[in-house]
């Protein structure tokens, strides 16, 4: 169609962009600290975490781990309904609870 010069006018939704976490106005983009080295040589040292959807029988579920780089583990999650702030502060309380005192993690996030 393009080579003809042909536009069609209706066009279906693509199905894997309806939902979209940058809504209004997004903050500074924080220095890449890690450089896509996701690697830890011990626990607490690089922390990865972000939402993902799914959908689900009734409606979409929003998990969000915390993983550590350097145990391989996850070390908080939480899921929702909603992708929002609500959920964030829920995952950083769990993180809390658990990171020890002397920690300083670098946190990764896309």
């Given at each position: 169609m393009r080579r003809m010069g042909l536009?069609?006018?209706?066009?279906?939704?693509?199905?894997?962009?309806?939902?979209?976490?940058?809504?209004?106005?997004?903050?500074?983009?924080?220095?890449?600290?890690?450089?896509?080295d996701f690697t830890a040589d011990r626990p607490w040292v690089k922390l990865g975490t972000d939402v993902t959807e799914f959908r689900v029988a009734d409606g979409k579920a929003y998990p969000a781990p915390v993983y550590d780089m350097g145990s391989k583990e996850i070390v908080a999650w939480d899921v929702s309904r909603h992708p929002d702030m609500a959920q964030q502060r829920r995952l950083l309380a769990m993180l809390e609870e658990k990171l020890p005192e002397d920690a300083d993690p670098i946190p990764h996030s896309d």
């Open positions: 536009e069609c006018r209706i066009r279906r939704p693509n199905p894997y962009r309806k939902y979209s976490s940058y809504r209004d106005e997004t903050g500074a983009r924080a220095e890449n600290l890690l450089n896509r």
